[in-house]
């Protein structure tokens, strides 16, 4: 398919980062192309790299998000890798045209994205031929169709940084897996940190994460999460009045709650959020605070 941005199909989130593409040439399901997760690192990555990327890319696939990466070598490779083992849908942004399978031993990969419900996406026709700048170019997509990035390995200098800017310029959180102060491959990673990035230490600081991006909970599939996302849950009805007349963030949510007689812990608090903000009840802010919803 080729889908441009007057089209009904072309992705919201792309649409409004600093560069929009033209285009996108995509084969695979139209649908994938929704806001996920991004998980990216290193080309040349050791098998700590990988076998990160593999594991949460697997946790965020269990939980319904998508995993948006760049199916090149090494970490990538482990990402797409690590969302089809869970049965998930990944995508994958290609340097080239997708005619022109860059790298070509990711071709079978490739094809596995796509009957498993993914898309394998360019801005480039189909048989334009792959060129050292246009992998920095399409990071930009990477970045702007996910809600956050998880470098997973980085070292200095590293390609991979410059997702990290473009998930920053359009107004992403940026995640990272830290590595051994002594490890070059982790250098780039740890010095992100370092800059101001959340840091993904284990599996629970993952799943928050995913908590606060999409409303899953640890055991829960953000695809089925609740038939009816806009009928306030019980404990929190006083809230939605609120968020649709001022902006607010956690901690005055939670006195509100309070003040209104109606306790409600954090996590149903975080779920209700994701469910309204999905419905389109009310709005995520870049500050992290929710309120009224913007006029369509």
Known sequence: MVLRPGDELFPAPL??????PAALYAIGSAEALSAGLA???????????KGCARRFARLAAE???AVISGGARGCDTASHEGALSAGGVTVAFLGGGCDEVYPAENRELFQRIVDAGGAVVSEHAWDVRPRPWMFRERNRLIAGLSRATLIVEAGLPSGTFSTADEALAADREVL???GAITSPTSAGANRLIYQGATPIVDDD????????LFGCLRQ????AAGADARA????LGCLLGALRSQA????ELMACAAAAGEGVALPELMLWLAQQVRAGSIAQYPDGRYGPALSR
């Open 220 to 223: 829960e599939d953000v695809r």
């Open 248 to 251: 607010m963030d956690l901690d």
């Open 232 to 235: 306030p849950v019980a404990g």
């Open 205 to 212: 600081t993952f799943y928050d994460q995913l908590f606060s």
């Open 63 to 65: 939980r319904g998000v």
């Open 15 to 20: 649409r409004a980062i600093p560069k929009p």
């Open 39 to 49: 998980i990216v690192g290193a080309r040349k990555a050791t098998p700590y790299g």
């Open 176 to 178: 990272v897996v830290p």
